[in-house]
């Protein structure tokens, strides 16, 4: 049985963290923050196979409407890397990730900022 479950919030990759960020609130810094209270909040969980994970990256704003329509659902090939934002995911879902051996992970773009994350049972079953 596949499940499909959407989380409306926007993918951030997750900073280089110095021993300054914990007094010196840098913009990218306080951004994975908010980010990871948003993903602990909805109680995302990452099982640990069988698991494809989806990033929406919302559209810049500065995009017309026509280019809006054209690139929705369209692969997004540009920063943050897809490996970038899984690792975010993962750390702010569980406090160990060592356990999670089987993931695939998806950046498209869309409308609004969004994760998706769609298991099978079966694979879990092992």
Not at 6 to 18: C, D, H, Y
Not at 44 to 68: A, D, L, N, Y
Not at 70 to 78: A, E, F, I, R, V
Not at 105 to 124: H, L, P, Q
């Amino acid at each position: 049985m596949l499940l499909n479950t959407r989380f409306l919030i926007t993918p951030v990759p997750k900073p280089r963290q110095t021993r300054a960020d914990k007094w010196n609130k840098r913009p990218c810094v306080m951004r994975y923050r908010a980010f990871a209270d948003d993903v602990r909040l909805c109680g995302i969980e990452i099982p640990e196979s069988g698991s494809h994970v989806t990033f929406h990256m919302p559209m810049p704003r500065t995009w017309s409407k026509k280019k809006k329509a054209l690139m929705d659902g369209t692969p997004h090939q540009q920063t943050p890397d897809w490996d970038n934002l899984a690792k975010s995911l993962c750390d702010a879902a569980h406090s160990n990730d060592s356990f999670i051996y089987d993931f695939r992970a998806t950046k498209v773009w869309s409308y609004v900022g969004a994760i998706e994350i769609k298991t099978d049972d079966d694979c879990n079953k092992l």
